[in-house]
T-cell receptor, first 115, second 113 residues
Framework: GAVVSQHPSWVICKSGTSVKIECRSL??????MFWYRQFPKQSLMLMAT?????????EQGVEKDKFLINHASLTLSTLTVTSAHPEDSSFYIC???????????FGPGTRLLVL | GNSVTQMEGPVTLSEEAFLTINCTYT??????LFWYVQYPGEGLQLLLK?????DKGSNKGFEATYRKETTSFHLEKGSVQVSDSAVYFC????????????FGQGTRLTINP
C-alpha cells in the first residue's frame, strides 16, 4: 500500500496560537486529500476534502476560517488550526488518494492538545 | 443520508475464538463497503473491501460479504490471534479512491492469550 506521513505526530500549544499539521503522500501523487477528526473512542469525522490546486470543500459544521486547508502540491496538504482553543484538542488524521486508487491511504495522525 | 452502524464494543475474546463484528449501512444506490483496522499507535489500514452485492472481501483470515438484502457487511474470522487486537471500522463510499468515506463508530477488539 501507499505511505502517508503526518507531522508533527503530537503537539501541545497555548490557547490562541495557531498550529500547522502537514500531510505528505510519500510514494504516489495524491490528487485528493481528506482531513478527519477523531474524538476519544469515537469514529472519524470528515472535516474537509481538498483537491490539488483547488479550494477545500468543508463538511457542514466545520469552520473554514478556523481550519485552513492548503493542498498546494500533489504530495502535500496542510491543516492549520487558527486561534486554537481547548475544545480543538483532538486527534487529526489525514488521508490521500487519487481516482485510480482503490481506497484512501491514511496517515498515522496528529494529536493536538491545546492548553 | 448515508450512514454506517457497527456493533458496540469493546469486544474481548480468547485466542482462537470465532469473531463476528456486525455492520449495517444505509445508503442510496450501490455503495462500496470497506473494513479498516487501526492498530495501537498507527493509522487506519484497509483490511478488505467489496464493491457490489454478494462480493466477498477477504484478507488475513478475515472475511465479509456484501449483503444488499440485509444492508450488511459483517466482519468474521474463524480463529483470532492476540495480534488481531485493534479497533475495526466499517465504512462505505459511493466509489473508489477519491470518494468520501462514511465510517461507523468503530469496535475495539481485545484478544487475550
Amino acid at each position: 500500500g501507499a505511505v502517508v506521513s503526518q507531522h508533527p505526530s503530537w503537539v501541545i500549544c497555548k490557547s490562541g496560537t495557531s498550529v500547522k499539521i502537514e500531510c505528505r503522500s510519500l510514494d504516489f501523487q495524491a490528487t485528493t486529500m481528506f482531513w478527519y477528526r477523531q474524538f476519544p473512542k469515537q469514529s472519524l469525522m470528515l472535516m474537509a476534502t481538498s483537491n490539488e490546486g483547488s479550494k477545500a470543500t468543508y463538511e457542514q459544521g466545520v469552520e473554514k476560517d478556523k481550519f485552513l486547508i492548503n493542498h498546494a502540491s500533489l504530495t502535500l496538504s496542510t491543516l492549520t488550526v487558527t486561534s486554537a482553543h481547548p475544545e480543538d484538542s483532538s486527534f487529526y488524521i489525514c488521508s490521500a488518494s487519487s481516482v485510480s486508487r482503490e481506497t484512501q491511504y491514511f496517515g498515522p495522525g496528529t494529536r493536538l492538545l491545546v492548553l | 443520508g448515508n450512514s454506517v452502524t457497527q456493533m458496540e464494543g469493546p469486544v474481548t475474546l480468547s485466542e482462537e475464538a470465532f469473531l463476528t463484528i456486525n455492520c449495517t449501512y444505509t445508503a442510496t444506490g450501490y455503495p462500496s463497503l470497506f473494513w479498516y483496522v487501526q492498530y495501537p499507535g498507527e493509522g487506519l489500514q484497509l483490511l478488505l473491501k467489496a464493491t457490489k452485492a454478494d462480493d466477498k472481501g477477504s484478507n488475513k483470515g478475515f472475511e465479509a460479504t456484501y449483503r444488499k438484502e440485509t444492508t450488511s457487511f459483517h466482519l468474521e474470522k474463524g480463529s483470532v490471534q492476540v495480534s488481531d487486537s485493534a479497533v475495526y471500522f466499517c465504512a462505505l463510499s459511493k466509489g473508489q479512491g477519491a470518494q468520501k468515506l462514511v465510517f461507523g463508530q468503530g469496535t475495539r477488539l481485545t484478544i487475550n492469550p
